[in-house]
């Protein structure tokens, strides 16, 4: 690695002579037209360092695209200085100015390479600071790719710095140094980043694990939900932090559901290669070696196979069902992050939404269901996102919404305003007319006191 001061002086320097929000604005509309139109050279890319279905690597690019588009229409918006009610009306006149942190450090996951490297830059750079992003030491070149097409579109090399390298090396050294920490990955290491954070007093994003229920009542469509749960346990073989690792099915449907998921999943194809497959193989040989420890630990306990279960052909781990999982299984409150969910019974929606609130987690749930019942259901649901009728893809995909964890899931929110304006400072400028606040040496202070407490009382009616 560069000296690592080096890299924040690049940084620096370029910050203070980036380009206007409006310029950025054209640069990261060019970058979602190139993206889109060179996405078979992402995709190989993505492939290859994580062995995902071709499919599951073109969610990224999408993801990228949206990304791009979004922020880059509204950052100038957002951005502006605005009106605020001043502390007396007429006499004080307030706005709030936003400012770009300067430098923010991000450090990301290897399992969207793509996605968890630039959909936070993008929001970042587009307020005006500098990033220096430190990709997963499994998966460098997505982020080398996409660094490249971002300055072939017009954005200045020193302002976006990828340092690929180890988190003992790259990733403590931006965490000491960066003026903001947007990190994803796992909980343990979010908690150390977080003392670092907290220790400098810098701002502090973390995207952690999760735990993530679905629940479907007995009013769910049952082929819908078959594919809704199919889809939500092994889009990108299971390694997706919001992906549901956990379902509680109401029992009055309970056999009918579990038949057709076990039979959508069996059916899934699964492989290297093209469009046709259903689902990739595993980032490594040890990270399916460990996803097996998880059903074998429970199978030792009691747990039954319903599909799956058996052990890794190399990288390759086939979607697994378990039920009857008894509590002191691993797998029942760890998160595994892979194609391994269970399956419990439930007698009632307020015994599924208990169950599914107790965890250490809060990332994402889902919902099946009549929309009716689903909408109740959700919003008492201890989750950043909650899908109704669809696992994961609904919410993430409403970029102008947050995304992010309740309690071990995470700190602060990507996307939406949230997204943009955390990697901001704001300033409150307020400008006081006539007379001072406290009335100064106009007024006594008794009849001040005595006016203030009028305008009060006459505020509080009216305002
Ligand atoms: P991880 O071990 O925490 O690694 C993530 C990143 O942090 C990597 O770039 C890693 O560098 C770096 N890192 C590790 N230790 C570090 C340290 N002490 N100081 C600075 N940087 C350090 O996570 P993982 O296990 O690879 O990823 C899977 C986890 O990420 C799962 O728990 C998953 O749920 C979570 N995740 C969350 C989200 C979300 O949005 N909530 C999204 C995706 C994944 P190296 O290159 O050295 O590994």
């Not at 220096?132 to 072939?152: G, Q």
């Not at 990955?185 to 952690?208: C, D, F, N």
């Not at 009549?370 to 696992?391: C, D, F, Q």
Request: with cysteine.
């Amino acid at each position: 690695m560069t000296d690592f001061s080096d890299i924040l002086e690049t940084a620096r320097r370029a910050q203070r002579n980036r380009p206007t929000t409006g310029e950025l604005a054209k640069i990261f509309l060019r970058y979602h037209d190139a993206v889109l139109a060179r996405q078979s050279e992402l995709l190989d890319v993505i492939q290859k360092e994580t062995g995902k279905a071709r499919g599951h690597a073109f969610d990224e690019v999408l993801d990228v695209a949206i990304t791009s588009r979004h922020y880059a229409h509204i950052a100038a918006k957002t951005l502006k200085t605005r009106r605020k009610k001043g502390a007396l009306p007429v006499l004080t006149r307030t706005v709030v100015e936003r400012d770009p942190v300067g430098v923010v450090g991000i450090i990301s996951p290897w399992n969207y390479p793509l996605s968890l490297t630039m959909s936070d830059a993008i929001p970042a750079l587009l307020a005006g600071n500098a990033v220096v992003l430190k990709p997963d030491s499994k998966t460098p070149e997505t982020a080398l790719l996409a660094a490249e097409m971002l300055f072939e579109a017009g954005l200045p090399r020193d302002l976006f710095q990828v340092v690929p390298g180890s988190g003992a090396t790259v990733g403590q050294a931006i965490a000491h140094n960066c003026d903001y920490l947007m990190f994803t990955g796992s909980t343990a290491t979010g908690r150390k980043l977080g003392a670092i954070a907290g220790e400098r007093l810098i701002g502090y994003s973390a995207e952690l694990g999760g735990k993530n229920p679905l629940i479907v009542d007995e009013s769910a469509d049952l082929a819908k939900a078959a594919e809704v749960a199919a889809q939500a346990c092994f889009a990108n073989s299971g390694q997706l932090c919001i992906s549901i690792e956990r379902i509680y099915v109401h029992r009055a449907i309970a056999q009918e559901f579990t038949e057709a998921f076990v039979k959508r999943t069996q059916e899934m194809k699964v492989g290297v290669g093209g469009w046709e497959y259903d689902m990739g193989i595993l980032i490594s040989e040890e990270h399916a070696t460990k996803v097996h420890e998880f059903v074998e630990d429970a199978v030792a306990k009691g747990a039954r196979v319903l599909a799956g279960g058996i052990p890794p052909e190399g990288r390759l781990y086939q979607p697994t069902i378990l039920v009857d999982v008894p509590e002191d299984a691993r797998v029942k409150r760890e998160e595994v992050f892979g194609p391994l969910v269970y399956l419990e019974t439930v007698d009632s929606m307020d015994e599924a939404v208990a169950r599914a609130n107790d965890t250490d987690y809060g990332l994402n749930a889902s919902v099946v269901a009549k929309p009716s019942v689903a909408r109740r259901i959700a919003s008492r649901l201890h989750a950043g996102t909650v899908n109704i009728n669809e696992g994961f893809a609904a919410a993430w995909a409403s970029i102008d919404a947050p995304m992010g964890g309740w309690k071990a899931s995470g700190l602060g929110r990507r996307h939406g305003v949230e997204g943009l304006l955390k990697f901001t400072e704001s300033r409150t400028v307020a400008e006081q007319r006539l007379v001072l606040i406290s009335g100064g040496k106009i007024v006594e202070r008794e009849t001040y006191a005595q006016v203030m407490s009028t305008a009060l009382k006459l505020g509080r009616k009216f305002l």
